[in-house]
Structures are given as structure tokens and as C-alpha cells.
């Protein structure tokens, strides 16, 4: 897990959509478990939102439910990212039995001639 000095390098490129699932999952866990890196990222959220909602003219003021949206969307990447992983290796699993099945089988073959 990462130090709050670490979670706070992360913060910005949490907002910006710029972390791998690694260290999204990681940065994640963090700010779930230390109320000071959740504030942190509460502020400069609020401020980055805020201040983009400005230039674009938009106004949607209820930035921490906007936050906590990111946050359960940013999860489901971590779960999707852990469930593909999941997937490509049961699927390399089943390749490599078929292929060892096949080379038995083939060997049954050899050997009955």
C-alpha cells in the first residue's frame, strides 16, 4: 500500500485518468484507509472540477457526489482489470490442457502402430 506521501503524488493523475489498474487499486485502498489522503484528494477534486466546470459553463455543484462516482467507477476498473486477468489465465490454462491432450492422444496413436 502506498504512504501518504505516495498517494499524494498519485492524486492528480487520479483526477486526470492517468494511473494503470495497478496503481489505481493502490491508490485507492490508500484513500479509503487514511482520512488525511481523502481530504487531500476531496480538495484538489473539488478545485479541478470546479475550475473545469467553469470553463466548459457548466454547473454541477454537488462535486463530492461527483467524487464518489469517480471513486466507485475507478473500483469497478480495478474489479474489471482483476476479472480479465482471471479470465486470460483460465483460458491459457484450458489452451495448454487441450494441447497436452491433443499430444497424448497423438502419442496413443504413434505408439499403436
Not at 504512504?3 to 490508500?30: G, W
Not at 480495478?78 to 476479472?83: F, H, K, P, Y
Not at 486477468?85 to 490442457?97: D, G, R
Amino acid at each position: 500500500m502506498y504512504s501518504c506521501r505516495e498517494a499524494e503524488k498519485m492524486v492528480m493523475p487520479y483526477i486526470n485518468h492517468q494511473l494503470d489498474e495497478t496503481q489505481l487499486e493502490q491508490f485507492l485502498k490508500h484513500v479509503r484507509s487514511c482520512p488525511a489522503c481523502r481530504e487531500e484528494l476531496e480538495i484538489y477534486y473539488t478545485v479541478s472540477v470546479g475550475l473545469k466546470q467553469l470553463d466548459e459553463g457548466t454547473g454541477v455543484y454537488d462535486i463530492p457526489g461527483l467524487l464518489e462516482e469517480s471513486m466507485e467507477n475507478a473500483w469497478l476498473t480495478v474489479r474489471t482489470a482483476r476479472l480479465r486477468k482471471v479470465i486470460c489465465y483460465a483460458a491459457n490454462t484450458l489452451n495448454a490442457a487441450s494441447v497436452l491432450v491433443i499430444l497424448l492422444m497423438q502419442l496413443r496413436i504413434w505408439i499403436q502402430r
